[in-house]
Every structure is written in structure tokens, then in C-alpha cells.
Nanobody
Framework: QVQLVESGGGLVQPGGSLRLSCAAS????????MGWYRQAPGKQRELVAG???????NYADSVKGRFTISRDNAKNTVYLQMNSLKPEDTAVYYC?????????????WGQGTQVTVSS
């Protein structure tokens, strides 16, 4: 059974930082591309960042230079370091996994963790 468990969300002031973690089980982690999505109230879910099995990364334009995605294959964990947070970063953040093969869709999802940026 595949499980993705996020942690690290919370309330932070504008300009602050948070680090999200996602622990995976039930998959051969190193074979998977991992992603972080977010969904704000009334908006569609959007891809924030992704990291491939070869550690190639991609980011949404809105977070480039502020967020960093990384992975630790020994710990089956992917991270999202979020710096210089803005109120518009407020959302539920989801971890996702897909096989590292071109054309595959994200098929495994975590339960989400709330990030709120507010003074």
C-alpha cells in the first residue's frame, strides 16, 4: 500500500520560512518522480515543484528563487524549503508521486498539509 505523509505546515508571517517533508512508503522511491502541488481556496490545484529520479528539478514561475525541492532517497523523503513566503502562498500543499517515465501522471497523493502566511 502506497502512503505519502506530509508534515511541516503551519502558520508563518510574511517573509518567513517553512520546510515541508513528505515520507513515502510502499514504492521504490528512487524510481519515482516526486512533486509538490498546492491548492488555495477557490483555485485549481497547481504544481509548485517537481524533482526527478535523476534530481532534475522544475518550479512554477511564482516560486522560482524562493522555494527549493530536494530528496533523500535513503530516507524515502522529499522536501520543500519555502523562503520569503507571501500571503499568496497560503494553500494546502500536497505531495505526489509518479513513475519516472515520460508521459506518466501523478498517481499517488498525500493527505495535504496547510500552509498559512499571515501577519
Amino acid at each position: 500500500q502506497v502512503q505519502l505523509v506530509e508534515s511541516g505546515g503551519g502558520l508563518v508571517q510574511p517573509g518567513g520560512s517553512l520546510r515541508l517533508s513528505c515520507a513515502a512508503s510502499g514504492i521504490t522511491f528512487s524510481f519515482y518522480t516526486m512533486g509538490w502541488y498546492r491548492q488555495a481556496p477557490g483555485k485549481q490545484r497547481e504544481l509548485v515543484a517537481g524533482i526527478g529520479s535523476g534530481r532534475m528539478t522544475n518550479y512554477a514561475d511564482s516560486v522560482k528563487g524562493r522555494f527549493t525541492i530536494s530528496r533523500d532517497n535513503a530516507k524515502n523523503t522529499v522536501y520543500l524549503q519555502m523562503n520569503s513566503l507571501k500571503p499568496e502562498d497560503t494553500a494546502v500543499y500536497y505531495c505526489a508521486a509518479r513513475l519516472g517515465i515520460p508521459g506518466t501522471q501523478y498517481e499517488h497523493w498525500g493527505q495535504g498539509t496547510q500552509v498559512t502566511v499571515s501577519s
